[in-house]
């Protein structure tokens, strides 16, 4: 492809539009039309436009145009909304097979069946991203590069039809030298960057608002990069861990490395004697929770010990872990995330059914009970079997759901002068069984020890510096291209004339209103706002 | 302090109230002349007025918080009443930069009904949830709403534009959704309304229902029933018998209100429509004589310029270092999440579809409508029907 000589000498790229020296139009379609100029990216050679031979430039060009990118935008936009309409398969405690047909019928079921219970984690989803991602980069690079070249030839003295074919344009008969002077002195005032060529004069301001939207492009490439190296294992730990009162537990992920241990879980509620202020709408909401906390010490293993062995610990420090409030060591968080209440112990009596006469209590630890009990003068209760979390399996027989005490149920033989064989009964929240019939003596149940059982969130996230950075990045970006324009005024001898022509990539009433301004005190004509006026003189018949 | 609080919101509110009139009488007089710049007496007594209301409001934010002990950000009725503050705020900006008092005549009354709608919302002081309890709260939320403040100006703006354009002598598709647009600002008014009248009137009715878990609970109406709870028994001795009973899944409480502002609406609407014997936006025509389509259409894009990046700053960047810190990530698709980044990916479109594809004028200004319409969605339906994570602010 031959490169295009402009007759101001100047050699543009291929599919120039505009010259990028002069801004003589190039573009044999575009020389006779009356029109206003488009001045995007600066009539500039860009690839998609220009090239659509191969493969590699069909992509291109499909993936370069901002109409495609916005389709993107407003697909994923609607995609999104769809997944706000049930709760997300992350929100909730049920298995989502059952849980969303239960509680949404048929809808429920329709929704989970096309997989919209995990829209922002589907395939399609994230190719809709993806593909942003990749619209990003290409439209960026397609505009970036010829726009900066084009900026960067742009030369002072400009060609007619370029001044002629601007938004704000105006023609003064004669301009006095010091009219001239006071115009570039105000430009200057006005922090505006002037050039001189020929006597001829351009002044601009803010170019560097026009390289925002790529700024902010490159911040989002950054951010979505981040979101990816999440895949990569060991970037990126999400644990749960559960740890009681008193105990303490290996931090998971972190190779043995860490234990933390609990002392103390706290659950503080508003008093509405003692906050005043809050009385009233604590009267209206029933309990409000003040404060989770869970008290904490981590600990760090001195050495490697061999397998089995109890690690040695070091302390390294106490710590509060409250919501808001995260535990952080070495890339490691753990949050305070929830709690519960688990059952620690239970006590029961040995009790004569008829006499009501107790022959002794004993407590059972549920987490490691004991065998036998031996409760004196001949008195013994021996655990036969023992199920946590129990249930009737589906046979009929009774099993355990886990190996948390959720819901306790014991066989016990207990035995006493009377039996000295020893008695079978099955004991259970609730409810006691007495298998081999009429029994002398029965468990009474006494009590329940709880213990708070605090639930943490372990979290490591390595890629957290990209999405920090892409974050960073964009918000300059954005700020960039928003709240700074891009300013150029021209005022060049034409034909015995002094012409002023103004482009600004956006914000004309504030370019208009500078230029009257810079204008001040001299003999210069407002130079008039072409598209306004076509606008007003239609819009006032 | 509390009532100190509360008596400078009603000041600032009665303020915002009569400001508008004066930015009414500030277009009327204003007919000799469009060329003359600067703003006559009436308009600048509008905006003196408007500057006072907000710093009386600004004094019910500092005196609420000092009550409170924490930003009043925390609920419905502090949220809202706050996007109305920064609404006001928004529009003081971008007068001083375009100085037009037709903006204000626009943006005030949407600022007032934001207010009179966060006062239909429980006002008592509450405390903050432990998710609540972290500086972040007051950086994230009053950015966020901020940002939308400022998107918000562009609606105005948006429909100042819609006003003048649209042809108001046949009826078409634009001026149908046009006066939709009015019906709904009408319909939050009848929502206001009704929600006082019935309050005023002290109205409760209890119901017994049973929740889709079969879970019996009781209800209490604060307006008559007209659609009753799942299984519902009225236990109010004299009450309203319910018209129709709502199965399990729907809120018929919520529903109820929601029908009682829409019958307010269409009847204030009907008498509006009766007195003026024309469109809302037909009569609203007159007023917009003067200003130029361009100008107002650029008001509407710079609002966008500079509430995006606040709302980019607010709404996500904050939000997301938050809900690191609270919630162990930075993002995790709540609702509320979701909903703000369909607002920021709502408002991106807007900006390319200006830069390339030209969409300036009445596209833009319909497009300012619908990002109005989302932001709203977002603080209105996402607060009191999706909920999720952020539902406390109900």
């Given at each position: 492809m031959n490169d295009v000589k402009c007759e101001c000498g100047h050699v543009n790229p291929h599919g120039t539009v505009l010259c990028e020296a002069c801004g003589k139009v190039l573009d044999e379609n575009e020389i006779n039309n009356k029109e206003l100029l488009d001045m995007r990216y600066e009539g500039s050679a860009r690839r998609s436009q220009t090239y659509n031979k191969t493969i590699i430039d069909k992509i291109w060009n499909f993936f370069s145009s901002v109409k495609v990118g916005v389709w993107l935008i407003i697909i994923t936009l609607i995609a999104s909304t769809i997944g706000t309409i049930l709760p997300q398969e992350?929100?909730?405690?049920?298995?989502p097979d059952v849980y969303y047909e239960q509680e949404y019928g048929w809808f429920g079921k329709l929704y989970y069946q096309l997989g919209l219970h995990d829209l922002y984690g589907s395939w399609w989803y994230l190719l809709l991203i993806a593909m942003l991602g990749i619209s990003l980069v290409i439209c960026s690079l397609d505009r970036v590069v010829p726009l900066y070249k084009a900026l960067k030839a742009q030369r002072v003295t400009r060609n007619e039809g370029f001044l002629k074919r601007q938004r704000v344009f105006g023609v003064n008969e004669i301009a006095s030298e010091n009219d001239l002077t006071t115009i570039k002195k105000q430009l200057k005032d006005r922090r505006y960057h002037v050039r001189e060529e020929n006597g001829d004069l351009l002044a601009e301001k803010?170019?560097?608002?026009?390289w925002g939207p790529y700024v902010n492009h490159v911040g989002l490439i950054i951010f979505l990069f981040g979101g990816i190296l999440r895949f990569i294992p060991g970037f990126y730990v999400n644990e749960n861990l559960w740890v009681k009162e008193g105990e303490t537990a290996a931090v998971p992920e972190t190779g043995g490395q860490f234990y933390l241990q609990n002392n103390q879980f706290i659950l503080q509620h508003y008093d509405k004697n003692k906050d005043k202020t809050f009385e009233k709408a604590i009267d209206r909401a029933g309990a409000v929770v003040k404060n989770y906390q869970s008290n904490v010490v981590l600990y760090k293993r001195e050495s490697n010990n061999l397998p089995g062995e109890k690690p040695k610990l070091k302390k390294v420090t106490d710590y509060k872990v409250r919501v808001n409030q995260p535990l952080t060591f070495e890339g490691y968080s753990v949050f305070q995330a929830s709690f519960r209440n688990e059952m620690n112990a239970m006590s029961f009596s040995l009790t004569n059914?008829?006499?009501?006469?107790?022959a002794g209590n004993l407590k059972i630890d549920l987490q490691n009970p004991k065998g036998k009990y031996d409760l004196g003068n001949g008195y013994s209760v021996e655990i036969l079997n023992y199920f946590p979390d129990f249930e009737f399996a589906k046979s009929g027989e009774p099993t355990t759901k886990s190996r948390v005490p959720n819901n306790p149920a014991f066989v016990f033989r207990m035995t006493s002068p009377e039996k000295p064989k020893g008695e079978t009964s099955f004991v259970a929240i609730k409810q006691t069984i007495e298998p081999f019939g009429d029994n002398t003596y029965k468990m009474a149940f006494k009590g329940v020890d709880t213990k708070n059982v605090s639930g943490f969130i372990v979290r490591k996230d390595s890629s957290l510096w990209a999405i920090i950075l892409g974050g960073i990045i964009f918000m300059i970006g954005v700020i960039q291209g928003a709240y700074w324009n891009h300013r150029r005024i021209w005022v060049q001898n034409k034909n015995g004339q002094v012409w002023l022509a103004a482009h600004t990539n956006k914000n004309w009433y504030g370019l208009k209103s500078e230029i009257e301004t810079v204008l001040l005190g001299t003999k210069f004509s407002i130079p008039e706002d072409r598209l306004q006026k076509e606008n007003t003189d239609k819009e006032d018949v | 302090m509390a009532t100190l609080s509360s008596n400078l919101l009603f000041i600032a509110f009665i303020l915002y109230l009569v400001a508008t009139l004066f930015y009414g009488g500030s277009i009327k007089t204003k007919?000799?002349?469009?060329?003359?710049k600067g703003t006559n007496r009436w308009g600048t007594i509008a905006v003196v007025l408007t500057i006072v209301g907000f710093i009386s409001q600004l004094g019910y934010f500092i005196t609420r918080w000092i009550a409170a002990?924490?930003?009043?950000?925390?609920n419905m009725f502090e949220f809202t009443t706050f996007f109305g503050m920064a609404l006001v705020g928004a529009f003081i900006v971008i007068y001083f930069i375009y100085r037009t008092t037709l903006l204000g005549l626009f943006t005030m009354p949407v600022a007032i009904l934001v207010i009179a709608y966060a006062s239909m919302f429980p006002r008592d002081i509450t405390p903050l949830i432990p998710a609540l309890q972290s500086y972040w709260l007051h950086i994230h939320v009053t950015t966020a709403a901020i940002g939308e403040a400022i998107l918000a100006i562009s609606f105005a703006a948006g429909l100042i534009y819609l006003v003048k354009a649209i042809d108001q002598t046949k009826s078409s598709k634009r001026t149908f959704w046009l006066e939709t647009v009015m019906f709904s600002l009408v319909a939050v008014l009848g929502f206001v309304i009704v929600s006082s009248v019935f309050s005023a009137a002290g109205y409760h009715e209890k119901f017994n229902w049973a929740d889709k878990h079969g879970a019996e609970a009781v209800v209490e109406y604060t307006m008559p029933a007209l659609t009753g709870p799942h299984a519902g028994e009225l236990l109010t001795k004299d009450g309203f018998k319910p018209l129709v009973e709502m199965p399990a899944f729907i809120n018929a409480k919520k529903l109820n209100t929601v029908i009682w502002s829409l019958m307010a609406g269409l009847v204030l609407f009907g008498l509006i429509r009766l007195v003026l014997r024309k469109r809302i936006a037909a009569a609203l025509q007159p007023l917009v004589k003067n200003i130029k389509l361009d100008f107002v259409d650029e008001i509407s894009y710079r609002s966008v310029l500079i509430g995006f990046p606040v709302f980019t700053l607010g709404a996500l960047i904050f939000a997301m270092i938050w809900a690191q810190m609270a919630w162990s990530r930075f993002w995790g698709w709540d609702p509320k999440e979701v909903w703000a980044l369909i607002t920021w990916l709502f408002y991106a479109a807007f900006m390319h579809l200006r830069l390339s594809k030209g969409w300036h004028g009445e596209k833009s200004a319909w497009l300012a409508v619908i990002g109005f319409v989302i932001i709203m969605f977002n603080l209105v339906a996402v607060n009191l029907v999706i909920a999720g994570l952020h539902s406390y602010a109900g």
């Open positions: 992350m929100y909730i405690n049920q298995p803010g170019r560097f608002s026009r059914k008829k006499t009501n006469q107790s | 007919k000799e002349s469009n060329e003359k002990g924490h930003a009043p950000v925390s």
